[in-house]
């Protein structure tokens, strides 16, 4: 081999070596690119995740922050609502007093009823309810009215007003129930967990599930509606704390209200009302509920059978201005 044929086989390898560095170093820059991509992708995602949609974020706000949208009316629910009172928000609390109208049976009374006033008819109820919203109130729950009265959290636009139900009569979920849909409002459920099987016209499990799913508060009257001021202290404790537990287990709704069966109550069951985590309690004494005065012992209205629209508003502005004086205890159902 001559020397010129030796000095072109040496630039053919310095020419190859070359092309192979050229490639390493794309290589290189590749992996180093893609590197660098991955790194802006996973941090895209991490911000990402720390975003909340509108919806979703108003779900939040409505829910003390957890981002579900279940419960309420509560419904939520304590569980659904921390401390049992809708919603996290803060502000100046509000001054509002806010009627309470009690409901028993929204059908009409049967031949021969012991209490024939505690029979609405459907009809009767729906125009009740038209009127009501016609006249600016919105059904809010009780939790809703304590968390505005203690926390400032706002209440939907309107008058607030609680719409409650004793007992747990069928009627309020087949009757009552589609009336307060149509006008988007919830109501209170003030159960009691023996004495009126669905055979004899008493919620089933699956409708007070059903209540609850539609936004209603789901609160107690006891175990069996007992006149709570003649038991001894551990039928007392039955009829108040473990009927408390048991709603709770049952339905995974904080019952953070107490309604006295009959109205009946005494300093004795008062203490025991407190003791057992309710956070306030509801009478058959006549005005409107303010923040103002004790939690546990809010007055209401009963709505009886034959108050026309017109005559129950007439009722509900006559008990603000002239309420009932305070009493130990009321009377009825």
């Known amino acids: 081999m001559d020397v010129d044929q030796r000095r072109a086989r040496r630039e053919a390898r310095k020419r190859e070596l070359s092309r192979r560095r050229a490639r390493g170093l794309a290589v290189v820059s590749l992996v180093a690119v893609a590197a660098l991509i991955a790194v802006v992708l996973l941090g895209l995602a991490s911000n990402t995740k720390s975003i909340v949609s509108?919806?979703?974020?108003?779900?939040?706000?409505?829910?003390?922050?957890?981002?579900?949208?279940?419960?309420?009316?509560?419904?939520?629910?304590?569980?659904?609502?921390?401390?049992?009172?809708?919603?996290?928000?803060?502000?100046?609390?509000?001054?509002?007093?806010?009627?309470?109208?009690?409901?028993?049976?929204?059908?009409?009374?049967?031949?021969?009823?012991?209490?024939?006033?505690?029979?609405?008819?459907?009809?009767?109820?729906?125009?009740?309810?038209?009127?009501?919203?016609?006249?600016?109130f919105h059904a809010v729950t009780m939790d809703q009215m304590f968390a505005n009265w203690t926390r400032g959290t706002p209440l939907a636009a309107g008058k607030p007003i609680v719409v409650s139900f004793d007992n747990g009569y069928q009627s309020q979920y087949t009757q009552a129930l589609p009336v307060l849909r149509r006008?988007?409002?919830?109501?209170?459920?003030?159960?009691?967990?023996?004495?009126?099987?669905?055979?004899?016209?008493?919620?089933s499990e699956t409708q007070i599930a059903g209540l609850v799913a539609a936004g209603w508060e789901l609160d107690t009257q006891g175990i069996s509606h007992a006149d709570l001021i003649t038991l001894g202290p551990v039928a007392l404790h039955e009829q108040v704390a473990l009927a408390r537990a048991q709603v709770q287990r049952r339905y995974h709704v904080p019952v953070n209200w107490f309604c006295y069966p009959s109205g009946h109550y005494n300093a004795t069951v008062v203490a025991e009302v407190k003791t057992a985590g309710y956070i306030g309690s509801t009478t058959v004494i006549p005005g409107w509920a303010s923040p103002s005065e004790d939690p546990y012992r809010l007055p209401r209205l009963r709505v009886l059978g034959g108050t026309g629209p017109k005559e129950l508003l007439s009722e509900i502005a006559a008990i603000r201005s002239d309420p009932a004086p305070p009493a130990s205890y009321g009377a009825g159902e």
């Open 183 to 203: 006008l988007g409002w919830v109501g209170v459920e003030n159960i009691q967990l023996t004495g009126l099987p669905p055979s004899q016209g008493g919620l």
């Open 54 to 136: 509108p919806k979703r974020g108003a779900a939040r706000a409505r829910n003390g922050g957890t981002g579900s949208t279940q419960g309420n009316s509560g419904r939520g629910a304590v569980g659904r609502l921390g401390a049992g009172t809708a919603g996290t928000e803060r502000g100046v609390p509000g001054h509002e007093l806010v009627p309470i109208l009690m409901y028993h049976v929204i059908n009409p009374p049967p031949v021969g009823a012991k209490f024939p006033g505690l029979y609405v008819p459907p009809q009767e109820f729906a125009a009740q309810m038209q009127a009501l919203a016609q006249a600016g």
